[in-house]
Each structure stands twice: as structure tokens, then as C-alpha cells.
């Protein structure tokens, strides 16, 4: 597969694609913007931004509700953005739940599925390398039902220890919940592997797609998850808008998660009976223009091709990879091949603490990220408090991987490193 | 020359002043700012209500780590009353500079656990600039990079 993806290139130059993004017109500290923090979020096309801007300028109404021709508009929009994500990752419209991203898609699953099929007893087993939004949940169900939380470990290369896999599924594993691409390591994990190894013990798996879903291709069917969450913001599209897909057949079976308008068939004066998927999850008004920026940004990606947007980001994974390892004290986080690895490096300095290394790159122009990235477990496993990391997106250029690794060097002469 | 990244601070973070233990400490406290992970811990030796002598531990970011070196000999003694009215103001004379609002906290992480010994607080430290902090901090955020 990735030898394939290799011979992808995008069908515009990257100044043009660059072109698409106005916020990458700003200065900051009188240089142009280098924002390598797209792991945290990635910015927005205009054509996104107008998406938005045109729903509330001419089409601005609730859905499922009125008869009117703003109505309608506002419906298709809204429908139109969840048909368009659909395709985008290999999924039929009926089995997009819009939710407000992976954290929101999580706990549903927390307060719907598992509050029913992992009791006292069972297990849930998540990874090392775990964002929080995947880990904090399952301690709270798993306090609640009296069930046990375990991790697969991470070996030293960032790669998911899975030699003894088998054995500990079949110690009452009911839900193997694991990130698809790490957001501190960039590892790309094997899912469809695991997802065949957890079935085979009847275990269910739950994938978070965040990092996936903007830079690679992604058929949610084939990754044999149940349940696949990812989130609008980090490919281009709107905050406040995510989606969790799951087999249809498991949301037909859950309960509802939030009660309301909506998400009902009929409300009698003591119950009420449910809407179908996805309706039953997706109770009150919801994120219209968002779903229509979802639905631009799902665009935007397609237009662009997603092999090829991989394949650019790869390339120039693998360039930072060289130069900033090159760097005299630095550590690198994580595989040391871009092949296996999203689009992200995380690294520290010897002598500088990974805060003051983003400070002093903002004075270059150049935005990345430093902290624990919401993954405390992994950095208490890697024995650091915080890393700088640098992760990129479609409009990201080699040119500016030489300017965070300038501004490496102007933070080792300052800090005497 | 960098305003914040400046030789005084580079020398506290480097060599800093009064970090280690005490042996039995009259009160001390560790907390860390969960944003970014810094971690500090004082210790703190007490002669009635006075501040006799202290020592910090802790991981982190320059500035959190420089702070408390350079407030340490300042504290010592002051009395609990006295270090209850410290705040942000006092950070900023004592560093020499207004911190943005991306580092303030590192900034503050010392004074709180001070203050979280001898007080059994565990508030960040206040202080309000004269003028709207907010819009102040903003446009310091600007014109300082």
C-alpha cells in the first residue's frame, strides 16, 4: 500500500494549495506563519470558511422540523455533509452519527454499549500511547461497573507490544479500545490485525481515528473496527463537529445516549419510543453549519486526493525526521521510518525544556507544540514531563521544516545547550 | 537580547538557588501545572511566623524552574501574613518581566506552592494589572515576539 501511495502527487503545487488557507497570509513576529501544530488542529480552507458563512447568511434553519425552503436548504446541507464524510471513509450515511468530536464519540460509546456489554469482571484493554480522551473514559466506566482497565505496552521503537495479545484477550476482554495513529509518537497502528485477533476472542474494538482521518486513507469497514470516531476540526473542517461510525447493527441494538428533541419516534406521558440510527443519537439541535463545513472540508480532501495528501506529508515526515534528528542533543519520539509513522515528530532538547523550545520557535513564526499532548501514561513510560512536537499538514513545506530546525539551533545558542 | 530568555534567568535555571531538602520541614507542598507538566515542590522551615529558610524541587520549563530560584533568597523572612498578599506583581519585579498569558502560570507555579504551604491554599496566586489584563496581555503577547 504504501508503495503505491508513493507515486501520488497532489494536483496543484503546494503554494497553490497554500493559497486555499487564509490564515497562512498572517505574520507572526514578522516572518510568515510556519504552523506545524496540526496534530492539535489544522486550519481551514475557504471553502470550508464559506460553507459556513453561506448556511447562516442564506439558508440559516433548523432541520428535521419545518416545510419551508430554508428548511430544506438547511437540511440538505446537514444531510449533505454526513453523505459526503460518509464516502470519504468508506461508510453508508445511516451509520454517521454526528457528534461533537472523538471525545464525545467515546463516551457515548462509554454510556451506551459498554454500560451494557462490559460488567463486573471484564476487562477493557487500551494502550500506552492513549490521548486521554481514550483512557479517562474507561476508568470512569470501568469504577463503575467494577470492571478492570490493562494496557498493551509500547516497545522501544513506539510500536504496540502485541506478543502476548492473544492471552490476554482471552483473559475477559470485552473492549480493546486503541488510538489508529499515535498523536505524540505518530506510530500507525495495526488495527485490522488487532481487530481480527480481538473478534476471534469476542472482544469488540473501538478506534480513535483523530490523527487518521486528516492524512490517510481510511475505510472504516476495512480497519474491522465496531466503532470508529474522528473529528471535523483536524481535517480542515469546522470545531464542534465529529463523528462516531459504528456497525450498524451494535446502534441499532444501544440505547439511546442523550435524551430529547429529535431523537424520538414517540413520547407517550411515561416513555417514549426511539428514531432510528443516527437520529436516536444525535437528540436536540444540532451542528448544522458545522456538518456543512464537515461536508466542504470532506471536499476539499477528495479533491485533493487522500494518497496524495499522505504521500506529501510522508515525504516531508521523512525529511524532519532527518534533519532534526540530525540536530546535535536532540531525541526523537517514536518509529524511524516515515513509513510507519503519521505526519509528526515529537522530540526533546537536551538542556531545554520542550516549552521554552515553542516559545522561542513562536519568535521565529513557527507554531509547534510542547507538553504532555494529553498523554500523561506514555510520558511517564518515556520518562520525560513534556515533548515539543511538529506536526504537519497538506499546506506544510520543506522550507519550513528548515525554519523550525534554525529556530532548534537560535534556542541551543541562547540556552547555551 | 531576549527580554525573557535573558542571562539572569538562563543563570537561575542553570544553577539554581535553594533547590534540594530540608530535613524536617515545618510545612511544604507540590502541585503541578497541568497544562504543560511542570512540577515543583517547596519545603519550608518556619522561626514563629517567618519564613527561616525553604527549598524547592521540581522539573520544567526554564521559567517555572528560574522563578523559584530567584524568589527564593526574597521570601526568606517574610512572615505567612506577607506571603499571603503576594502575587503577580511580585513575580514580575522579582523576574523583571510581565509574563504573557502562555507562560504565566509558569511563572506563578512557585509562589502557589509557597503559598500552598503556609496557607493550605491551593489558588493560583492573584494580582490584576491596572488596566484590562486580558487585552494587556494580548497586546504584550504581540509586541513582545
Aim: charged residues 25%.
Amino acid at each position: 500500500m504504501e508503495a503505491a501511495t508513493a507515486q501520488a502527487a497532489l494536483p496543484r503545487a503546494v503554494e497553490e494549495v497554500r493559497a486555499d488557507f487564509p490564515i497562512l497570509a498572517r505574520e507572526i513576529a514578522g516572518r510568515p506563519l510556519a504552523y506545524l501544530d496540526n496534530g492539535a488542529t489544522a486550519q481551514k480552507p475557504a471553502a470550508v470558511i464559506e460553507a459556513v458563512d453561506s448556511y447562516y447568511r442564506n439558508s440559516n434553519a433548523n432541520v428535521h422540523r419545518s416545510m419551508h425552503v430554508l428548511a430544506a436548504e438547511a437540511e440538505a446541507l446537514y444531510e449533505g455533509g454526513r453523505r459526503k464524510i460518509a464516502d470519504l471513509v468508506g461508510a453508508r450515511p445511516g451509520e454517521i452519527v454526528f457528534v461533537r468530536n472523538v471525545t464525545e464519540a467515546i463516551n457515548l460509546v462509554r454510556f451506551t454499549w459498554a454500560r451494557e456489554n462490559v460488567g463486573a469482571g471484564g476487562t477493557v484493554l487500551i494502550t500506552a500511547m492513549e490521548h486521554h480522551s481514550n483512557i479517562v473514559p474507561w476508568q470512569l466506566l470501568c469504577a463503575e461497573q467494577g470492571a478492570r482497565l490493562e494496557y498493551l505496552e509500547v516497545d522501544g521503537q513506539g510500536r504496540l507490544d502485541l506478543s502476548d495479545l492473544d492471552a490476554r484477550l482471552a483473559r475477559g476482554v470485552k473492549l480493546v479500545a486503541l488510538t489508529h495513529v499515535s498523536n505524540v509518537l505518530g506510530t500507525i497502528n495495526p488495527v485490522a490485525e488487532i481487530a481480527e485477533r480481538a473478534h476471534a476472542a469476542g472482544a469488540h474494538l473501538l478506534v480513535d481515528g483523530a490523527q487518521a482521518v486528516p492524512q490517510m486513507p481510511v475505510d472504516v469497514e476495512a480497519t474491522g473496527a465496531d466503532f470508529y470516531g474522528f473529528t471535523g476540526h483536524k481535517m480542515y473542517g469546522p470545531t464542534g463537529i465529529g463523528v462516531l461510525w459504528g456497525r450498524r447493527e451494535l446502534l441499532d441494538e444501544m440505547p439511546p445516549f442523550l435524551g430529547g428533541g429529535s431523537m424520538i419516534k414517540q413520547v407517550e406521558d411515561d416513555h417514549s419510543t426511539w428514531a432510528a440510527v443516527p437520529a436516536k443519537f444525535e437528540a436536540g439541535t444540532p451542528a448544522i453549519a458545522e456538518a456543512a463545513g464537515l461536508g466542504a472540508a470532506a471536499d476539499f480532501m477528495t479533491g485533493l486526493g487522500i494518497e496524495a495528501v499522505r504521500a506529501h506529508e510522508r515525504e516531508l515526515t521523512a525529511y524532519a525526521l532527518e534533519r532534526v534528528s540530525a540536530v546535535p542533543g536532540v531525541t526523537v519520539y517514536g518509529p524511524a521510518d516515515a513509513a510507519e509513522r503519521g505526519a509528526l515528530v515529537s522530540f526533546t532538547v537536551e538542556g531545554i525544556h520542550p516549552h521554552d523550545l515553542a516559545e522561542l520557535s513562536n519568535r521565529e513564526g513557527v507554531a509547534i507544540r510542547a507538553g504532555h499532548h494529553c498523554a500523561q501514561p506514555l510520558m511517564r513510560r518515556l520518562g520525560v514531563p513534556a515533548t515539543a512536537r511538529a506536526s504537519f499538514a497538506v499546506y506544510n513545506t520543506t522550507e519550513e521544516v528548515d525554519r523550525l530546525v534554525d529556530a532548534l539551533e537560535t534556542a541551543k545558542s541562547i540556552f547555551g545547550a | 537580547m531576549d527580554p525573557l530568555y535573558r542571562e539572569y534567568i538562563l543563570d537561575h535555571y542553570k544553577n539554581p538557588r535553594n533547590f534540594g531538602d530540608l530535613s524536617q520541614p515545618d510545612a511544604e507542598f507540590e502541585d503541578r501545572n497541568p497544562l504543560c507538566g511542570d512540577e515543583m515542590g517547596v519545603q519550608i522551615k518556619l522561626e514563629g511566623d517567618r519564613i527561616a529558610d525553604l527549598r524547592f524541587h521540581g522539573q520544567g520549563c526554564a521559567i517555572s524552574q528560574a522563578t523559584a530560584s530567584i524568589i527564593s533568597d526574597e521570601l526568606k523572612g517574610k512572615t505567612v501574613a506577607e506571603v499571603a498578599g503576594l502575587d503577580r506583581r511580585f513575580i514580575a519585579e522579582e523576574i523583571g518581566i510581565e509574563l504573557s498569558p502562555t507562560r504565566l502560570k509558569c511563572g506563578l507555579l512557585s509562589l502557589k506552592v509557597v503559598q500552598g504551604a503556609l496557607l493550605g491554599t491551593d489558588e493560583w496566586p492573584s494580582g490584576t494589572p491596572d488596566e484590562d489584563p486580558d487585552a494587556a496581555d494580548v497586546a504584550r503577547l504581540r509586541n513582545e515576539i
